[in-house]
């Protein structure tokens, strides 16, 4: 039950856009996006609730296409504080927050 | 507010030791989350708790693994005996409400276990 989570790994350089993608094989009630710094714990960012519904973060937002159960986080005009390891996490009715294994991003000057 | 509060935050042992690990939640929360961090797996759900009674604990990996909550301010994780492959960052964590009900969840620094 765990999310697939897409690329891996990137790299940008500082203004740079980025998306992380985020897939389950399940219907989702819910998708969480997490960021952790090296040696941290994970911080919130946002939920998304709903098919369809969009969100943002300062330059940070997030989509969730219920019919594709397939949710984005976009990173526009990446900063250095944006670099670390983003995960998603999925709500399935009944169970708890399962995370992907993460998306590595470092943003380099 | 205080947050999640683990302990310990670093534990070193040796292959065959018992281990236990610790969690505060905030105060006010009523569903505790313990998951493992490694390179290979990723965040794992390990076990959830909603007012103190284990609702999911398909995530424990064996019979090595149990964990209680006593009260709605306490709960443990315990390996016995621990094993190498048990070296991760164990996460605690909380939140209001149930599952499906869309709440943040707030975790703790982690417990970074390392196993000789």
């Known amino acids: 039950q765990q999310p697939v989570q897409s690329p891996q790994a990137v790299i940008l350089r500082e203004g740079e856009d980025a998306v992380i993608n985020c897939s389950s094989s399940?219907?989702?009630?819910?998708v969480h996006w997490y960021r952790q710094k090296h040696g941290e714990a994970p911080v919130f960012l946002m939920i998304?609730?709903?098919?369809?519904e969009q969100k943002g973060h300062d330059k940070i937002s997030a989509s969730f296409n219920e019919k594709k159960q397939q949710s984005s986080l976009y990173l526009t005009a990446s900063q250095l504080s944006y670099s670390g390891t983003y995960f998603c996490?999925?709500?399935?009715?009944?169970?708890?927050?399962?995370f992907g294994k993460g998306t590595s991003l470092l943003v380099t000057p | 507010d205080a947050g999640v509060i683990q302990s310990p935050r670093h534990e070193v042992t040796e292959m065959g030791q018992e281990v236990t690990l610790r969690c505060k939640p905030i105060?006010?929360?009523?569903?505790l989350f313990w998951y493992r961090q490694t390179m290979m797996r990723g965040l794992e759900l390990l076990i959830y708790?909603?007012?103190?009674?284990?609702?999911?604990d398909s995530g424990m990996p064996e019979d090595r693994f149990s964990a209680k909550m006593p009260n709605a301010s306490f709960s443990t994780l315990k390996i016995q005996p621990s094993e190498p492959r048990d070296s991760a960052v164990y996460f605690c964590?909380?939140?209001?409400?149930?599952?499906?009900?869309?709440?943040?969840?707030?975790f703790g620094e982690g417990s970074w276990l390392t196993v000789v």
């Open positions: 964590a909380s939140s209001t409400g149930t599952v499906r009900s869309g709440n943040t969840i707030y």
């Open positions: 399940k219907a989702l009630y819910s």
């Open positions: 998304l609730l709903k098919g369809g």
């Open positions: 996490g999925t709500e399935f009715p009944g169970y708890a927050l399962n």
């Open positions: 105060s006010g929360h009523n569903s």
């Open positions: 708790f909603n007012n103190n009674v284990p609702i999911d």
